[in-house]
């Protein structure tokens, strides 16, 4: 059965195009390589993909959210107006949002083209998680930055 279910799996995704190669040290682990991805047969019934280390291309999750601007004052933030809430001294690609864990890597390419923030600190409560609060070094700046309504990639 599990070998029939294997070989049913493995023509399925080769009549679809989604295999490539079945290579024999695969059988041995259970693996199935893909174009871009691998999946794995787990007791010859379940499927479930795995990401491919060797792959470069990253994937990105796009979502439309509202993006402002904050400097280190301290009527934008709170006692210390240097320390990020992940405890790190604010800089260049910081960014805050209230969703998102610490250390997450976003794009807002349609403002900023390739350049990639990091999620190291927070906004008040009553902000939503669909925004994302740029650091500035200048409080002119950002004030000058002001609010836009574009899309953030989500980096993986």
């Known amino acids: 059965m599990k070998i029939w279910l294997k070989i049913t799996i493995f023509s399925f995704l080769v009549l679809t195009g989604i295999a ?3 290579p024999s040290e695969a059988e041995n682990s259970n693996l199935i390589f893909l174009k871009n991805e691998k999946i794995v047969v787990f007791e010859g019934n379940s499927i479930f993909g795995i990401s491919n280390p060797n792959n470069p291309e990253k994937k990105a999750i796009k979502i439309l959210a509202i993006v402002t601007a904050y400097s280190s004052t ?5 006692e210390n107006p240097y320390l990020t809430a992940s405890g790190k001294i604010v800089k260049d690609g910081i960014v805050a949002n209230n969703f998102l864990p610490f250390g997450t ?6 403002i900023f083209g390739d350049k990639i923030f ?3 600190d927070r906004m008040s409560f009553e902000k939503s998680n669909y925004q994302f609060d740029v650091w500035f070094k200048d409080y002119f700046e950002a004030l000058k ?3 836009k309504k574009t ?3 989500i980096l993986e």
């Open 20 to 22: 490539f190669e079945f």
């Open 74 to 78: 301290p009527w934008e933030t709170d």
């Open 105 to 110: 890597k976003i794009k807002i390419p349609e």
């Open 118 to 120: 990091v999620v190291e």
């Open 145 to 147: 930055f002001g609010v």
């Open 151 to 153: 899309y953030v990639e």
